[in-house]
Each structure stands twice: as structure tokens, then as C-alpha cells.
């Protein structure tokens, strides 16, 4: 018996066969690059590309939880990070969010990436800090009509990183395809 195969079976065939093939490919057994999360190059590059997202964002979200485990989200105006990738905030020592901080310092910072799909997700530990040194060095001239009389009111919060999570089309930091899972690293 002479069975043959016409142009559409054969190209159903052909697609079966690409899509098998893509499945194996992105699959978990495959070694791929994002996977690599303890790869040197690609931690340098997860945070050089953060610090670039952080910067050219203009606010971020901060998200801290009240006393009954409520999440609170407010925009805020961040410095940049630092070499470290801590991050520092300005407020007014009689918010909301210096109280919630002090009763459960663990908090989450959301930074989306400019004309992108992208974003940063910082989680750490903040602290309230009151010295005046440090007052100085963050301190932005355009607060100036947010804080009249800025000793007393003016007061800082910093962010020590505990995990940085990103997703950056633009950078090739994406999702795994078949768990979701994004580039992340721990501090």
C-alpha cells in the first residue's frame, strides 16, 4: 500500500515537530543564561541593568504593611542606588510610613522600567534614619516647600537590598518561559 502524505499534513507535521522542538529547548533541563543566577557575569549584569531602570525612573512605588497586615503603596521619589544598591527616601517624620516601617521594617520597592514593559522589584529591610549628616547629603532642593522647618520634619528612609527581581525585554531579562520565573539574586 503506497500511502502519501499531502502539502498540509506535511506542514502540520513540520510545525508539530518546531514546537516540540522549542519545548525542549526552553524547558528546565536546558541549561539557559537566566537560569545562571550564581553566574557572575550575569549578576554584574541583573544589577548594572536594575541601576539603569532605577535611575531613569523618575518615582518608584514604595510598599509597606500596617499593623494589620495590610500592604500600603505610595509613589515616592528616590535617590538612586548606590554601590551597594541601597536606596533612600526623604519623608515627613510623622507619616504613615515611618510608623509602619518601624513596626515591620520589611518592605518592597517597585520600579518600572521608562517606555518598556519592564520593571525592578526591590525587597529589603528599611530603616528610619535621623542624622543629620546624612539629612544634608539626601536632600533635594525643590522639598524645600514640603518641609518647613525640614530638622524636625524631614527624615530619611534607607532600603538595604535583601533580593532584586527584573524583567527588561529591552536587555534580554526575561522570564523563564516554562516556569515564569524571572531574573533574581539575592544580597
Known amino acids: 500500500m503506497n500511502i502519501s502524505i499531502c502539502p498540509l499534513q506535511r506542514f502540520r507535521c513540520f510545525l508539530n515537530f518546531i514546537i516540540i522542538s522549542i519545548f525542549f529547548l526552553t524547558s528546565p533541563l536546558t541549561l539557559n543564561a537566566q537560569e545562571k543566577i550564581g553566574d557572575l557575569s550575569n549578576r554584574e ?56 516601617i518601624l513596626n515591620n521594617p520589611n518592605v518592597t520597592l517597585y520600579y518600572p522600567e521608562p517606555k518598556q514593559d519592564g520593571y525592578v522589584v526591590i525587597k529589603g529591610i528599611a530603616e528610619i534614619i535621623n542624622d543629620k549628616m546624612e539629612k544634608e547629603m539626601y536632600w533635594k ?40 520565573r524571572i531574573p533574581s539574586i539575592k544580597f
Open 45 to 100: 549584569k541583573i544589577i548594572s541593568t536594575a541601576k539603569e531602570i532605577m535611575t531613569a525612573a523618575r518615582y518608584c512605588a514604595l510598599i509597606t504593611i500596617d499593623s494589620t497586615r495590610q500592604p500600603h503603596v505610595r509613589t515616592m521619589d528616590p535617590f538612586p542606588p548606590d554601590t551597594n544598591m541601597v536606596i533612600w527616601f526623604g519623608t515627613n517624620s510623622k507619616s504613615r510610613k515611618v510608623k509602619e
Open 141 to 180: 532642593k525643590e522639598w524645600e516647600a514640603f518641609y518647613p522647618g525640614k530638622e524636625a520634619s524631614y527624615i530619611l528612609i534607607k532600603v538595604t537590598p535583601v533580593q532584586l527581581d527584573i524583567l527588561s525585554y529591552k536587555h534580554g531579562l526575561i522570564g523563564n518561559p516554562y516556569t515564569w
